[in-house]
């Protein structure tokens, strides 16, 4: 079907709004510790923010890959919410505006997609597209989070690691639409996080808040961070107990933080993947990943024990003859389960679970 640019969207409330800047990020696409979904979602939940376009999932959404969420009141089917592609107007704490562009990641039409967000941009006024990213790095976690910067353009780098080899990887929409808007005279930066491995596959909220940070520099904004440094804060307690509890662990970190020191003086300018990354640092890997598994079945654990209190009011009472609820694993399980891999032997089917 031939679609027009204006055939995947309907205007919002704040049709016709001005902006110099536009920030993409879509769910599930290049963001390892959740960085940027974190950073976006800050910024939608602190700031004041306005619909300007949705766009039509239907046209742009497999719903095999993202499937509607059904909502079952009483055995009644209430409701079904399907994935949205919105374009929010958000005005930072200075009243600049940003225009947002989030959501689902649309599965087809990226070039009828990319062409409807360019007619938007141009009538816009936008003259600069940012996007987030988490990307896994050999970073410790007791390190302030480094930011690397990808561009449209040279001139719009600053002085960093130099690659040492280009690379190549499957695209994410919003590097997709930053190169197409390129092509039309709109400069583009991916903001890209350094996140330890080991929390790749959990929350991160300190690369998080390092992306907006960065954002707030590069594009002249007043951004809110504060939830995410409080919740970095937070995962860092935790985290330290963990390390404190196992001498192998509190070696592997320390391992990272001499590698991570001993770059450009400790200035934070350590490589991402492929971007000279040494012998050294691959050979650690293996020990992130070990602290990896311990992290993230712990905070995983925590998070579980939180879900399962605020849910308890609304669960029936457990009637006679019924199992109660296996407790949850404490830390010596999880390090006994690690050790056990170790040497070799079956940890069990509830070993933690790492993605590389």
Avoid: C
């Avoid at 020990?287 to 079945?297: L, N, S």
């Avoid at 024990?305 to 605020?310: D, G, Q, V």
């Amino acid at each position: 079907m031939d679609l027009t640019a204006h055939d995947l969207y309907a205007d919002g409330p704040a049709v016709g709004a001005k902006a110099r800047i536009l920030l993409i990020h879509f769910d599930g696409a290049i963001d390892a510790g959740g960085a940027g979904r974190m950073a976006v979602a800050q910024m939608l939940r602190s700031l004041h923010n306005e619909r300007v376009a949705t766009f039509d999932p239907d046209a742009l959404i497999d719903y095999r890959s993202h499937r509607p969420v059904t909502t079952v009141e009483n055995w009644v089917s209430t409701q079904v919410r399907v994935p949205e592609i919105v374009l929010d107007l958000v005005e930072d704490d200075m009243g600049h505006p940003i225009l947002v562009l989030h959501g689902a990641e649309p599965d087809a039409r990226w070039e009828s997609f990319a062409r409807a967000v360019g007619h938007i941009a141009e009538r816009s006024g936008v003259e600069i597209t940012f996007s987030l990213h988490g990307v896994p790095s050999g970073v410790p976690h007791t390190r302030p989070t480094p930011v690397h910067v990808q561009a449209t353009d040279s001139s719009l780098l600053p002085d960093q690691t130099q690659m040492a080899n280009y690379m190549q990887f499957p695209s994410p929409l919003s590097t997709f639409i930053q190169v197409r808007l390129a092509q039309r005279g709109i400069g583009g930066i991916a903001l890209l996080g350094a996140v330890p491995y080991y929390m790749s596959d959990t929350g991160y909220p300190a690369a998080a808040s390092a992306l907006l940070r960065s954002l707030s520099k590069f594009a002249d904004l007043s951004l809110p961070v504060g939830d995410l440094e409080q919740g970095a804060a937070q995962d860092q307690e935790s985290i330290e107990k963990l390390v404190e509890g196992s001498p192998e662990i509190s070696h592997t970190v320390s391992a990272l933080e001499e590698h991570f020191d001993a770059w450009n003086g400790g200035d934070g300018a350590i490589p991402l993947p492929g971007m000279g990354q040494s012998a050294t640092t691959r050979g650690e890997e293996k020990g992130a990943k070990d602290i990896g598994d311990v992290i993230e079945a712990y905070l995983a654990q925590v998070s579980r024990a939180k879900e399962e209190e605020t849910q308890s009011i609304q669960r029936a009472p457990r009637v006679d003859g019924q199992q109660p609820a296996a407790k949850p694993d404490t830390l010596e399980d999880v390090l006994a389960r690690l050790e056990a891999r170790r040497n070799g032997r079956n940890p069990g089917p509830s070993a933690p679970r790492h993605r590389a």
